[in-house]
T-cell receptor, first 115, second 109 residues
Framework: ETGVTQTPRHLVMGMTNKKSLKCEQHLGHNAMYWYKQSAKKPLELMFVYNFKEQTENNSVPSRFSPECPNSSHLFLHLHTLQPEDSALYLC??????????????FGPGTRLTVT | GQNIDQPTEMTATEGAIVQINCTYQTSGFNGLFWYQQHAGEAPTFLSYNVLDGLEEKGRFSSFLSRSKGYSYLLLKELQMKDSASYLCAASDSNYQLIWGAGTKLIIKP
Protein backbone atom coordinates (compact mmCIF):
# COMPACT_ATOMS: atom_id res chain seq x y z
CA GLU A 1 0.00 0.00 0.00
CA THR A 2 1.46 3.33 -1.07
CA GLY A 3 -1.25 5.57 0.39
CA VAL A 4 -2.72 6.25 -3.05
CA THR A 5 -5.86 4.40 -4.10
CA GLN A 6 -7.49 4.21 -7.50
CA THR A 7 -10.89 2.97 -8.64
CA PRO A 8 -11.87 1.10 -10.64
CA ARG A 9 -8.91 -1.21 -11.13
CA HIS A 10 -10.22 -2.43 -14.46
CA LEU A 11 -12.56 -0.71 -16.91
CA VAL A 12 -13.89 -1.76 -20.29
CA MET A 13 -15.79 0.91 -22.18
CA GLY A 14 -17.17 1.51 -25.62
CA MET A 15 -16.12 4.46 -27.71
CA THR A 16 -19.38 6.30 -27.02
CA ASN A 17 -19.41 5.77 -23.25
CA LYS A 18 -18.64 8.28 -20.52
CA LYS A 19 -16.80 7.09 -17.44
CA SER A 20 -14.64 8.53 -14.67
CA LEU A 21 -11.49 7.33 -12.95
CA LYS A 22 -11.02 8.21 -9.30
CA CYS A 23 -7.85 8.69 -7.28
CA GLU A 24 -7.47 9.44 -3.58
CA GLN A 25 -4.28 10.07 -1.64
CA HIS A 26 -4.02 9.67 2.12
CA LEU A 27 -0.53 11.16 2.47
CA GLY A 28 -1.28 14.84 2.94
CA HIS A 29 0.53 15.72 -0.27
CA ASN A 30 -0.04 18.95 -2.19
CA ALA A 31 0.43 17.71 -5.76
CA MET A 32 -1.32 15.01 -7.78
CA TYR A 33 -0.66 13.62 -11.24
CA TRP A 34 -2.26 11.54 -13.98
CA TYR A 35 0.00 9.37 -16.12
CA LYS A 36 -0.68 7.07 -19.06
CA GLN A 37 1.39 3.89 -19.24
CA SER A 38 1.40 1.92 -22.49
CA ALA A 39 3.33 -1.28 -23.04
CA LYS A 40 7.05 -0.73 -23.65
CA LYS A 41 6.66 3.05 -23.66
CA PRO A 42 7.76 5.66 -21.12
CA LEU A 43 5.25 6.98 -18.65
CA GLU A 44 3.40 9.88 -20.26
CA LEU A 45 2.53 12.74 -17.92
CA MET A 46 -0.99 13.93 -18.67
CA PHE A 47 -1.96 16.41 -15.96
CA VAL A 48 -0.49 17.91 -12.81
CA TYR A 49 -2.38 19.63 -10.03
CA ASN A 50 -0.57 21.62 -7.36
CA PHE A 51 -2.68 22.94 -4.49
CA LYS A 52 -5.74 22.06 -6.60
CA GLU A 53 -4.55 24.26 -9.47
CA GLN A 54 -3.77 22.62 -12.78
CA THR A 55 -0.15 23.40 -13.60
CA GLU A 56 0.52 21.01 -16.47
CA ASN A 57 -1.52 19.80 -19.40
CA ASN A 58 0.74 18.01 -21.80
CA SER A 59 -1.26 18.40 -24.99
CA VAL A 60 -3.78 15.81 -23.88
CA PRO A 61 -6.85 15.39 -26.14
CA SER A 62 -10.01 17.02 -24.83
CA ARG A 63 -11.70 13.62 -24.51
CA PHE A 64 -9.73 13.41 -21.25
CA SER A 65 -10.94 15.92 -18.65
CA PRO A 66 -9.36 16.16 -15.19
CA GLU A 67 -10.99 17.41 -12.03
CA CYS A 68 -9.37 18.12 -8.67
CA PRO A 69 -12.01 19.13 -6.09
CA ASN A 70 -9.49 19.14 -3.22
CA SER A 71 -5.89 18.21 -2.54
CA SER A 72 -6.78 14.59 -1.72
CA HIS A 73 -8.97 13.68 -4.67
CA LEU A 74 -8.37 13.60 -8.40
CA PHE A 75 -10.68 12.47 -11.18
CA LEU A 76 -10.18 11.76 -14.86
CA HIS A 77 -13.38 12.02 -16.87
CA LEU A 78 -13.41 10.04 -20.08
CA HIS A 79 -15.70 10.43 -23.10
CA THR A 80 -15.70 9.31 -26.74
CA LEU A 81 -12.38 7.53 -26.31
CA GLN A 82 -10.47 5.79 -29.08
CA PRO A 83 -9.02 2.24 -29.03
CA GLU A 84 -5.50 3.71 -28.83
CA ASP A 85 -6.45 5.16 -25.45
CA SER A 86 -6.38 1.64 -24.01
CA ALA A 87 -3.61 1.68 -21.40
CA LEU A 88 -2.85 1.68 -17.70
CA TYR A 89 -3.75 5.03 -16.11
CA LEU A 90 -1.69 5.80 -13.05
CA CYS A 91 -2.33 8.42 -10.43
CA UNK A 92 0.51 9.73 -8.27
CA UNK A 93 0.99 12.27 -5.52
CA UNK A 94 3.95 14.09 -4.01
CA UNK A 95 4.81 16.82 -1.56
CA UNK A 96 6.17 19.60 -3.75
CA UNK A 97 8.78 21.88 -2.23
CA UNK A 98 10.02 24.83 -4.27
CA UNK A 99 13.49 24.26 -5.64
CA UNK A 100 13.54 20.52 -4.95
CA UNK A 101 12.95 17.24 -6.69
CA UNK A 102 10.51 15.02 -4.87
CA UNK A 103 9.51 11.38 -4.77
CA UNK A 104 6.16 10.49 -6.28
CA UNK A 105 3.87 7.88 -4.77
CA PHE A 106 1.79 5.91 -7.25
CA GLY A 107 -1.55 4.21 -7.07
CA PRO A 108 -2.05 0.71 -8.54
CA GLY A 109 -3.59 2.09 -11.71
CA THR A 110 -6.74 1.56 -13.72
CA ARG A 111 -6.40 -0.84 -16.66
CA LEU A 112 -8.59 0.73 -19.35
CA THR A 113 -9.73 -1.11 -22.45
CA VAL A 114 -11.64 0.80 -25.14
CA THR A 115 -13.63 -1.40 -27.48
CA GLY B 1 14.76 17.03 -27.06
CA GLN B 2 14.64 15.20 -23.78
CA ASN B 3 15.36 11.50 -23.77
CA ILE B 4 15.99 8.58 -21.42
CA ASP B 5 17.53 5.32 -22.66
CA GLN B 6 17.60 2.04 -20.80
CA PRO B 7 17.67 -1.58 -21.99
CA THR B 8 14.30 -3.15 -22.70
CA GLU B 9 14.96 -6.46 -20.97
CA MET B 10 17.66 -8.19 -18.96
CA THR B 11 18.00 -11.70 -17.57
CA ALA B 12 20.02 -12.69 -14.50
CA THR B 13 20.41 -15.66 -12.17
CA GLU B 14 19.20 -15.88 -8.60
CA GLY B 15 21.99 -14.95 -6.20
CA ALA B 16 23.96 -13.04 -8.84
CA ILE B 17 24.54 -9.31 -9.42
CA VAL B 18 22.98 -7.24 -12.20
CA GLN B 19 23.57 -3.67 -13.34
CA ILE B 20 20.84 -1.76 -15.17
CA ASN B 21 22.12 1.25 -17.07
CA CYS B 22 20.34 4.49 -17.89
CA THR B 23 21.50 7.43 -19.99
CA TYR B 24 19.66 10.71 -20.04
CA GLN B 25 19.48 13.97 -21.99
CA THR B 26 17.39 16.67 -20.37
CA SER B 27 16.94 20.42 -20.39
CA GLY B 28 18.59 21.06 -17.05
CA PHE B 29 19.01 18.36 -14.45
CA ASN B 30 17.76 18.09 -10.89
CA GLY B 31 18.37 14.48 -10.05
CA LEU B 32 17.78 10.90 -11.17
CA PHE B 33 15.17 8.54 -9.77
CA TRP B 34 14.85 4.76 -9.94
CA TYR B 35 11.51 3.04 -9.43
CA GLN B 36 10.54 -0.64 -9.29
CA GLN B 37 7.28 -1.85 -10.80
CA HIS B 38 6.02 -5.40 -10.40
CA ALA B 39 3.57 -6.59 -13.02
CA GLY B 40 0.10 -5.21 -12.36
CA GLU B 41 1.29 -3.03 -9.48
CA ALA B 42 2.20 0.58 -8.79
CA PRO B 43 5.75 1.84 -9.37
CA THR B 44 7.54 2.22 -6.04
CA PHE B 45 10.48 4.50 -5.27
CA LEU B 46 13.91 2.89 -4.95
CA SER B 47 16.50 5.68 -5.04
CA TYR B 48 17.33 9.29 -5.84
CA ASN B 49 20.75 10.65 -6.86
CA VAL B 50 21.56 14.31 -7.44
CA LEU B 51 25.30 14.30 -6.74
CA ASP B 52 27.91 12.18 -8.50
CA GLY B 53 28.73 8.90 -6.86
CA LEU B 54 27.27 5.75 -5.43
CA GLU B 55 24.34 5.57 -3.01
CA GLU B 56 23.94 2.23 -1.27
CA LYS B 57 20.72 1.00 0.23
CA GLY B 58 20.84 -2.64 1.29
CA ARG B 59 21.06 -4.94 -1.72
CA PHE B 60 20.37 -2.04 -4.09
CA SER B 61 22.83 0.71 -5.06
CA SER B 62 22.48 3.58 -7.51
CA PHE B 63 25.25 5.49 -9.24
CA LEU B 64 25.25 8.84 -11.00
CA SER B 65 27.70 10.62 -13.30
CA ARG B 66 26.31 14.05 -14.19
CA SER B 67 29.11 14.81 -16.64
CA LYS B 68 28.32 11.65 -18.61
CA GLY B 69 24.54 11.82 -18.28
CA TYR B 70 24.66 8.29 -16.93
CA SER B 71 23.25 6.30 -14.05
CA TYR B 72 23.03 2.67 -13.10
CA LEU B 73 21.09 0.59 -10.62
CA LEU B 74 23.02 -2.31 -9.10
CA LEU B 75 21.13 -5.21 -7.58
CA LYS B 76 23.11 -7.72 -5.50
CA GLU B 77 22.22 -11.19 -4.19
CA LEU B 78 19.31 -11.36 -6.60
CA GLN B 79 16.09 -12.91 -5.38
CA MET B 80 13.16 -14.19 -7.41
CA LYS B 81 11.04 -11.34 -6.02
CA ASP B 82 13.36 -8.86 -7.80
CA SER B 83 11.76 -9.86 -11.09
CA ALA B 84 10.09 -6.60 -12.11
CA SER B 85 10.45 -3.59 -14.37
CA TYR B 86 12.90 -0.90 -13.29
CA LEU B 87 12.09 2.65 -14.36
CA CYS B 88 14.67 5.41 -14.67
CA ALA B 89 13.46 9.03 -14.52
CA ALA B 90 15.40 12.30 -14.70
CA SER B 91 14.17 15.55 -13.17
CA ASP B 92 14.56 18.43 -15.61
CA SER B 93 15.00 22.16 -15.06
CA ASN B 94 11.29 22.49 -14.17
CA TYR B 95 11.50 19.56 -11.75
CA GLN B 96 9.34 17.54 -14.13
CA LEU B 97 10.20 13.84 -14.42
CA ILE B 98 11.27 12.51 -17.82
CA TRP B 99 10.76 8.75 -17.83
CA GLY B 100 12.48 5.87 -19.55
CA ALA B 101 10.44 2.99 -20.97
CA GLY B 102 11.65 0.68 -18.21
CA THR B 103 13.88 -2.39 -18.07
CA LYS B 104 12.15 -5.71 -17.51
CA LEU B 105 14.38 -7.84 -15.30
CA ILE B 106 13.86 -11.60 -15.43
CA ILE B 107 15.43 -13.66 -12.64
CA LYS B 108 16.05 -17.34 -13.31
CA PRO B 109 16.67 -19.96 -10.62
Amino acid sequence: ETGVTQTPRHLVMGMTNKKSLKCEQHLGHNAMYWYKQSAKKPLELMFVYNFKEQTENNSVPSRFSPECPNSSHLFLHLHTLQPEDSALYLCASSQEVAGSSYEQYFGPGTRLTVT
Amino acid sequence: GQNIDQPTEMTATEGAIVQINCTYQTSGFNGLFWYQQHAGEAPTFLSYNVLDGLEEKGRFSSFLSRSKGYSYLLLKELQMKDSASYLCAASDSNYQLIWGAGTKLIIKP
